[in-house]
């Protein structure tokens, strides 16, 4: 074998990477001591880039492409080492192999509970957890910010500061939305977007974006999530006093339909039937009937008014002649103010003595 023949199998003439992993974001290209040859053919596959670092400075970053590694085609390079057009003689570089396709389906979640002030619950706690991806967009900024020089960099290395960085954010937001609780699950796309674009801005300046993000799930603690329970129990209870009386008239209107048998009886089995029915499902008896409101009274003389008094006391004051049947009362609900005898709850008062007589 002769010199030339030994200098040709220390040069390298090809770089290229194929990647058989998931997760390895930055490759660098191990050359073992052996010198990169003048006129190397540089593959650059879909969904990559390739950085040269010369003597620890970034020099030339090649796109997808095949490339014949020349002065015409590694300008930063060239003006770095001052090559000239008849420049043949190898050289050292290394090459970092960037993977700019996305990385898909990343979890991240709240740590601890985040505080917040809900316009319905008050000051409450609340978990989230969702996905994301991530892809390089800058490979030469994310290997100066992020990689430095390590030879294999992959997702593990960084998913737990980006995961940082989407809390962080996440928490700053769903706690200034102003967004109840419970229309949190309406609002989730609105507020991933809001989430995506504040921490897309912080990512780029490691040369990373965030093409999607996801809010899978939010979460109260469990004390909020049983009083809501019991909301909702009530809710059913109120949905069955509803039934209890629908049952009750479809229990009277089939009892009047039977002809035979005695109305009055079947009336009477069918309401109890209803009522029993309703009453099994709803697990209690029928309420009682709320009590009759006792109006209370104002009385209108001379301009000027006085009371409030109850019933009774305007039947005193009937009584003693205090009360007249032109006496001016009025009362809650009451469309303005009447004479006693026109208010049909205070014209009995003076039934127990003649009315005025007729004119002549």
Same mark, same amino acid.
């Given at each position: 074998m ?16 194929t990647d ?14 052996h010198?990169i ?9 879909e ?13 030339d ?5 095949l490339y ?6 590694m #300008? ?17 570089s ?5 993977n ?18 809900d316009?319905?619950f ?20 994310? @290997?100066?910010?992020i990689?430095g ?7 593990d290395?960084?998913?737990y500061?980006?995961r ?5 954010a996440?928490?700053?937001i769903i706690?200034g939305s ?9 609002n989730?796309?609105? @507020? ?10 912080v ?17 109260l603690? #469990?004390?909020v999530?049983?009083?809501l ?5 009530m809710?059913?209870?109120g ?14 209107t089939?009892?009047?339909?039977? #002809?035979?048998g005695?109305?009055?009886?079947g ?12 009453t ?8 009682p #009937? ?7 009274w ?12 109850s019933?009774?006391? @305007?039947?005193?004051m009937?009584?003693?002649g ?8 009025w009362?809650?609900?009451?469309d ?7 208010v049909?709850?205070?014209?009995? @008062? ?10 002549a």
């Amino acid at each position: 074998m002769g010199i030339l023949d030994f200098l040709t199998g220390e040069f390298i003439d090809v770089i290229h990477w194929t990647d058989d992993t998931r997760d390895t974001m930055v490759w660098r290209f191990e050359r073992e001591d052996h010198e990169i040859k003048y006129g190397a053919k540089l593959t650059v596959r879909e969904g990559q880039a390739a950085v040269f670092v010369h003597e620890g400075q970034l020099a030339d970053v090649f796109t997808p492409g095949l490339y014949m590694l020349e002065t015409n085609n590694m #300008p930063i390079l060239t003006t770095i080492n001052s090559w000239d057009h008849g420049f043949r003689s190898p050289f050292k570089s290394e090459v970092y192999f960037v993977n700019t396709t996305r990385f898909n389906d990343l979890k991240w979640g709240t740590k601890n509970p985040i505080m917040l002030r809900d316009p319905e619950f008050g000051p409450t706690r609340l978990r989230a957890f969702g996905t994301y991806s991530v892809r390089v967009i800058d490979p030469a900024k994310f @290997l100066i910010e992020i990689v430095g020089t390590d030879g294999e960099f992959t997702m593990d290395e960084i998913s737990y500061q980006i995961r940082n960085i989407i809390v962080q954010a996440f928490s700053r937001i769903i706690a200034g939305s102003g967004v109840p609780v419970l229309d949190m699950a309406a609002n989730t796309a609105e @507020l991933g977007k809001l989430v995506a674009t504040e921490i897309s801005e912080v990512v780029a300046e490691y040369g990373l974006t965030i093409p999607e993000f996801y809010i899978e799930n939010i979460s109260l603690p #469990p004390a909020v999530e049983e009083a809501l329970d019991k909301r909702t129990s009530m809710g059913v209870a109120g949905d069955l006093r509803r039934f209890r009386e629908y049952s009750t008239a479809e229990a009277m209107t089939a009892a009047a339909r039977n #002809p035979d048998g005695g109305g009055g009886m079947g009336a009477g089995l069918g309401m109890g039937m209803g009522m029993a029915m309703a009453t099994q499902m709803s697990g209690h008896a029928a309420p009682p #009937p709320p009590p009759p409101v006792e109006h209370v009274w104002h009385i209108a003389e001379n301009g000027k008014t006085h009371g409030p008094y109850s019933k009774a006391d @305007l039947g005193r004051m009937a009584g003693e002649g205090k009360l007249t049947r032109e006496t001016y009362v009025w009362t809650a609900g009451q469309d303005g103010w009447l004479p006693a005898d026109e208010v049909q709850e205070l014209a009995q @008062l003076f039934t127990v003595m003649p009315p005025p007589p007729p004119k002549a």
